[in-house]
């Protein structure tokens, strides 16, 4: 009963050095997110993808590079990590169906820039 | 564009009180409204979601009634528990997939 399984869920960065979140989710859904969440801001929305081989910007996108090469995952790349980097970063996945679009969300990756 | 307001926390309130999170949001269309509860140190969780006007979601004592009218989604619970204590996220989908966030609202149950 896996659902969005996120790794790694910890890690620390220097600033320039790169690294990528890996999103893995075994629900078949078409659709993939990646999220930032930072105090006081809620949840914003880094890219998205709709469907395999697909990908799209969302409200933050700037410094980040994803990449949807198989529909069960969703890959999020920093190619230089910078201290406003450092987040808890969320991956989700959902499926529009007659009831809308529920979405599914990872436990989460702690990422700190230093 | 599309958008979602909550009230600020934290909302403090003693057990067994009456709890009300508001929430407004701003979009064109029909969006799906819901709202997600966050506990410390993990993911976010889905806690009810409403998907028409005047439909009513509910799960573990919480409610919340999409209202077009009034562009709102209110959370309600009749009796909180210490347990209940977390983040709480109204968010609104709409025809695209996206899914628009508020802020968040910090709730703390004291025994």
């Known amino acids: 009963n896996a659902g969005v399984t996120q790794t790694p869920k910890f890690r620390v960065l220097k600033t320039g050095q790169s690294m990528t979140l890996l999103c893995a989710q075994d629900m078949n859904h078409e659709y993939m997110y990646w999220y930032r969440q930072d105090p006081g801001m809620g949840l914003r929305l880094i890219h998205y993808s709709v469907g395999e081989g697909t990908t799209a910007k969302g409200e933050v996108p700037d410094g980040y590079n994803v990449s949807r090469l198989k529909k069960q995952n969703f890959l999020l790349g920093l190619e230089s990590a910078a201290p406003s980097q450092t987040s808890v970063y969320f991956c989700a996945s959902s499926r529009m169906d007659r009831d809308g679009n529920t979405i599914y969300f990872g436990e989460g990756s702690w990422l700190t820039v230093v | 564009g599309n958008s979602v307001t909550q009230m600020e926390g934290p909302v403090t309130l003693s057990e067994e009180a009456f709890l009300t999170i508001n929430c407004t949001y701003t979009a064109t269309g029909y969006p799906s409204l819901f709202w ?52 709480y996220f109204c968010a609104l989908s709409s025809n695209t997939g996206k899914l628009i966030f508020g802020q968040g609202t910090t709730l703390q149950v004291k025994p």
């Open chain 2, 36 to 87: 997600y509860v966050q506990y410390p140190g993990e993911g976010l969780q889905l806690l009810l979601k409403a998907t028409k006007a005047d439909d009513k979601g509910s799960n573990k004592g919480f409610e919340a009634t999409y209202r077009k009218e009034t562009t709102s989604f209110h959370l309600e619970k009749g009796s909180v528990q210490v347990s209940d204590s977390a983040v």
